[in-house]
């Protein structure tokens, strides 16, 4: 029974495409997140939402737009994808202390 | 000046070792501090609080210096599993976005 699941788990698209990632939890808690780690493997928030409200919204380009349509669910589009946006993209949910992350979502650039 | 800093390594050591990371972080209101590993190419997960008063968890034992502002982790007895990157993780307060993660420590356990 997976607790945070994200989709795809690896997409590769051309540069200046529209890309979307899905992620649902399972384990009812009320926040989500999404994280970014780039190549040098620094993990870094992007967004907080807290039953479906925006909470955090780091210094992302607007081109990355969360929409969460329940508290269960939390999904990020990217439009003009480039070639920086190549990561490994983490959805998560917590309560309390525990940040649970979903298995990421390798995103290439090309 | 970095958040949270940790050496990155690579920590190489032999089965059975005792070795030992540190990590300091520069915001004196963090409230709440964390070691998560992360194996290649999978997701963090918690692995355990770290308490002012110190706290162990069979190999594991954490360390905060609330004065110094560092963490420590001290694994002992070392595994082949446990090779893996450790990050240090540091709450300053308010809800779970503000958790702050180091770029990591990089253990590889050898035979």
């Known amino acids: 029974d997976t607790a945070v699941s994200q989709t795809p788990k690896y997409l590769v698209t051309q540069m200046g495409n529209d890309k979307s990632i899905k992620c649902e939890q399972n384990l009812g808690h009320d926040t989500m997140y999404w994280y970014k780690q780039d190549s040098k493997k620094f993990l870094k928030i992007m967004f907080s939402y807290n039953n479906k409200e925006l909470i955090i919204n780091e210094t992302v380009p607007n081109r990355f737009s969360p929409k969460s349509p329940d508290k269960a669910h939390l999904n990020l589009h990217i439009n003009s994808l480039e070639l920086g946006d190549s990561a490994v993209y983490f959805c998560?949910?917590?309560?309390?202390?525990?940040?649970?992350f979903g298995e990421g979502s390798w995103l290439t650039v090309v | 000046r970095k958040e949270v800093e940790q050496d990155p390594g690579p920590f190489n050591v032999p089965e059975g070792a005792t070795v030992a990371f540190n990590c300091t972080y520069s915001?004196?209101?963090?409230?709440?501090f964390f070691w998560y590993r992360q194996d290649c190419r999978k997701e963090p997960k918690l692995l355990m609080s770290v308490y002012s008063s110190g706290n162990e968890d069979g190999r594991f034992t954490a360390q905060l210096n609330r004065a110094s502002q560092y963490i420590s982790l001290l694994i002992r007895d070392s595994k082949l599993s446990d090779s893996a990157t450790y990050l240090c993780v540091v709450n300053y307060g308010g809800s779970q976005g503000n958790l702050i993660f180091g770029k990591g420590t990089k253990l590889s356990v050898k035979p």
């Open positions: 915001n004196s209101a963090s409230q709440s």
């Open positions: 998560a949910s917590s309560r309390g202390n525990t940040i649970y």
